[in-house]
């Protein structure tokens, strides 16, 4: 290949012929990142916090964690938007669902006593 036809081509081509590189720095912050989120979590057990804050805090750091994860070590923040909406959309759908299914228990349990019976 020439030199005029290297100068010519996008970045993408370029990087796709070469390979992704990403600098070692980005990796070792979400690393550093990750550490910092896990010694969160496990604080919120060492200080004792109980209840709904006691998970909410425990599935924030998780997601945080997770995202992390796939976005910089499975590449996720540097592929096709299609791809990006293929591989997320679903759990976030199904993590939808399962909210309208607890939002609905509490109608489907007294429905329930109220057809069959206290039994107490």
Not at 69 to 98: G, K, S, T
Not at 102 to 119: H, N, P, Q
């Amino acid at each position: 290949m020439s030199e005029t036809t290297a100068h010519a081509q996008s970045p993408a081509v370029r990087a796709a012929e070469h390979g992704q590189q990403h600098p070692i720095r980005l990796y070792l912050l979400v690393w550093g990142l990750l550490f910092v989120l896990s010694a969160f979590s496990y604080m919120v057990d060492y200080l004792g916090i109980q209840g709904y804050l006691r998970w909410t805090l425990i599935l924030l750091f998780m997601m945080l964690k997770a995202g992390l994860i796939v976005a910089v070590f499975m590449h996720m923040a540097w592929e096709r938007l299609a791809l990006v909406y293929a591989i997320l959309l679903p759990p976030l759908l199904v993590l939808v669902f399962v909210a309208l299914m607890v939002s609905e228990a509490d109608y489907t349990i007294l429905t329930r006593l109220a057809f069959f019976g206290g039994g107490v």
